[in-house]
């Protein structure tokens, strides 16, 4: 069997290996996940019912923590001396690795956590007596946050394949560091074009530079996220996971 094919087949059994192979643990983190927010949301909505849709920004950041914990840990086993060889022999390419890995942690991640979401959010609301709660909470801005956990997912999701230990710890230090250079390199940058002498002034943003200031710019961001940091990601990891298994 050639493994260097991206086969159908053996993603599937790929995936429900890892599924099985996980499902006590993952059991026991959705029931724990999901016991302590019905508790928490139960509570608000028995005591303060007028609060209930308050409740959206806390399930939005459970969300988030929830997720990039669970991805960072999705290499577990390649990382693991005891299980990384069993993980290199498997009759699986990289690509289908690569890809059964990212279908658990993004995509079935958002949908399990929905349904555990509307679930809990049901009770609730039929705790306050606010029916209206469960179609605010699930609103464009719900599902604009899913499509931000499944771009920025994928930073923790090369962190997981790339780091041996502490995946999500040093995920989130390499993140720190990269936000103190980028905010070193604007400071330095703003410094430079408006602190010192012969620096721009008012007048000078005008005409095609506020444009491209105003409008090029924050469109190449709007590009760079939504369609080129997900794909960047990705492929990064699969060399990871390729160097890791040359």
Partial sequence: MNKSNFNIKRLSNFIQRQVALN????????????????????F?????????????????????MGGYVFTSQIFSELHSPQKSYFYFTLPVST?????????????????????????????ASIVAGDFGFIPDLFDRHYFTSMGVFMVTQTIFFLGASYFRKHNFLKTMFA????????????????????????????????????????????????????????????????????????
């Fill in 44 to 64: 608000i909505a028995y005591f303060e019912p007028g609060e209930v849709r308050e409740l959206k920004a806390f399930y939005l950041v459970a969300f988030f």
């Fill in 23 to 42: 499902l006590p643990p993952m059991l026991i983190a959705v029931g724990a996940f999901f016991g302590t927010l019905l508790i928490g949301s139960l």
């Fill in 95 to 123: 690509t289908e690795k690569l890809a059964g890995s990212w279908l658990l942690s993004s995509p079935v991640y958002v949908l399990v956590f929905s349904v555990i979401i509307f679930i809990v959010a049901f009770m």
């Fill in 175 to 246: 993140l720190f560091l990269i936000q103190i250079v980028i905010g070193a390199y604007g400071g330095l940058l703003g410094w430079t074009l408006f602190g010192g002498e012969g620096s721009l002034q008012s007048d000078d943003f005008s005409g095609g530079f506020k444009t491209f200031v105003e409008t090029v710019i924050p469109r190449i961001a709007h590009i760079f996220f939504w369609y080129l940091l997900a794909p960047f990601m990705l492929v990064v990891s699969y060399f990871s996971l390729k160097e890791r298994q040359a």
